[in-house]
């Protein structure tokens, strides 16, 4: 399994067009084969900051999730949005260890 937490920074004008479009792009992601978890959260003192938490049961999964069609539209959607590029952090699951506890 992997995990990526992905840290975004949104311009504040776009903040709610951006929820929009990463809920869409959400809504996709949470049906692809190998995905097992895709949250979304705004931080709470800082609206403009958000955090993803995407755990797939492989890379090969969580490589295919950049070839989807929801995901390049999200990402050529919020790129202009961006206050500062996104980065994403891999992460190595210890616990769950098994793929059936996730859900």
Same mark, same amino acid.
């Given at each position: ?7 975004? %920074?949104?311009?504040?004008? $776009?903040?709610?067009? %951006?929820?929009? &479009?990463?809920?869409?792009? $959400? =809504? ?8 097992? =978890? %895709? ?10 900051? %958000?955090?993803? @938490? ?8 969580? &490589? ?5 069609? $929801? @995901?390049?539209? *999200? /990402?050529?959607?919020? &790129?202009? *949005?961006?206050?500062?590029? /996104?980065?994403?952090?891999? $992460? =190595?699951?210890? &616990? ?5 506890? *996730? =859900?």
């Amino acid at each position: 399994m992997i995990v990526t937490v992905v840290n975004v %920074f949104v311009l504040q004008e $776009h903040i709610e067009a %951006f929820i929009e &479009a990463t809920l869409d792009n $959400h =809504r996709g992601s949470v049906q692809e084969e190998g995905n097992l =978890r %895709f949250d979304i959260l705004q931080h709470k003192d800082d609206p403009s900051a %958000f955090t993803f @938490y995407e755990a797939y049961e492989s890379e090969e999964a969580a &490589a295919k999730h950049k070839e989807t069609s $929801h @995901y390049l539209k *999200w /990402r050529d959607t919020v &790129a202009p *949005w961006m206050a500062k590029p /996104r980065v994403g952090t891999p $992460h =190595r699951v210890i &616990a769950p260890a098994e793929a059936s506890q *996730w =859900r």
